[in-house]
């Protein structure tokens, strides 16, 4: 007997969850992509309700775009992979939701992004956009690093690099630290005058403010800047150290994923940027993959 | 003609807001210290209304302190002060307000500290307890340096090494840094089995929660521990530059105060431990002290 999620036809959705934004696919093995949606911010952690709300509507989205009815969601099997979900607190409140799908298949947005990047097979990916993580996925066995979030974790993510700068800049602008060339670069930024000026328009925010000034270090590293050199280089350090510890699991890829993964790849240590390799599919395709693997081992079950 | 303020039963009350606590201390040139009242948290950069609030409650129960009646404080002169009123548009926001005094005088925390170290006379001191900062009056000029905030200043400060060491103990939990003897420590502390667990509690939390761990730190370090005594070191050179910088301006004395003022002048530049002195006074009396003066050339300016 043929297992039912083999069925050609099958409707599949791949629901990425992320701090900004959240996307949606809808896919069948016969037709491929066939209809995408983008909703908010759809980090659980940051708010269940907020998150719920973004999945239904890129879900809605997708459903329009795919010329489907929106009462065919019913038979659609579902695929999610959301931030904090490793906490069992999380995972059960989300389960616990009453979802319009055929089913629903939730997984961590690290184990979506690395099915994704290797096109449903096993391997490693290192995200490095506003936070920083790694996670590799080999022979069943899943392990993640890093991902405690801003200030006290995330090195070598841009909200980092923001950070370390800011301090360095605070310092050198008190007459207590080296000079740099971030100084007149984040003055011109924030039109400040002082440290205070800076300190002030900083106090509180979120991660993400940080990670938009990762882009002037770069610049300044570049430019031969010596404390935005040490910066990129210490963030770069800790990046290809968790390349080697994933690397140690034996993943047959790695990938980088997130908006510092090209900058940071020149100063990485060269060994670990020559195994690098481009992701083959987003992390809603990586959602799709997990939904077709989870319905294939029910079936399995239910056929033995 | 004598001026009104060398009055010697007329009454002041010195008012140090704080992120925890307000106190209270009135105060006559004949009669010494009255009585004292302790309110809740002051920080105005925290909130306005609560600010106000402690600030009532720690005078009536100073006056009450004082055997005093509640109607008498229309005739007592406050000094008061608090931390960021450095900024214009909280200064305002503070003198506005329909104080009960028959007058009221507002500076900065870190200025009434200063006055009280060196009871009333020149000088500068650096407070390092959950936040750091240093602060000299010279002259008639006031500078102040550090203090910008949680996470992104404030080095050499509880909440930095707290900071400081849960980094170093997530990092080594995830085997991508040198062993500690803080992770145990840590692990203990917070009923931890991984690093996300102390991840967790730790997130979002204010930097009071961060500078409870310091004394950890230091306990490491006097055992020998490689990476907090790194943090120490690093710390108390942070704090030994902003002395440097502060001595620079040439106060007469130099104080340290706050919870950290003991444990880290252990591991201060020798020259700067040695001109380290104890402060005379509290803030509290500094501002008195504040008041006392702000009256007194009041009075000349009207003599004149």
Redo the contacts between chains.
Sequence with gaps: MMAKSANEDQLFIGIDGGGTKCRATIYSAQHGVLGTGLGGPANPLHGLERTLESIMVSTQLAMRDAGLQLETIHQVYAGLGLAGV??PSLYEKITEWEHPFKQMFLTTDLHTACIGAHEGGDGAVIITGTGSCGFSHVKGQSVN??G??F???D?GSGAWMG?EA??AV??EL????PQTALTQIMKNHFNAVN??D???Q??GQPSSSYAKLARYVFDAAHQGDVIALAIVKDGAA?VS??AH?LLANNPPRLSMIGGLAEPLNKWLDPEIAKRVEMPKQPPEMGAIYFAQQSVLEQDQKVAL
Excluded: P, S, T
């Design positions: 490793n906490l690093y890093g405690h979030g200030a006290l974790g090195k950070l800011i301090k605070l310092v008190d007459g207590l630290g440290a205070m800076i300190a002030e900083m106090a800790y150290q968790l510890r």
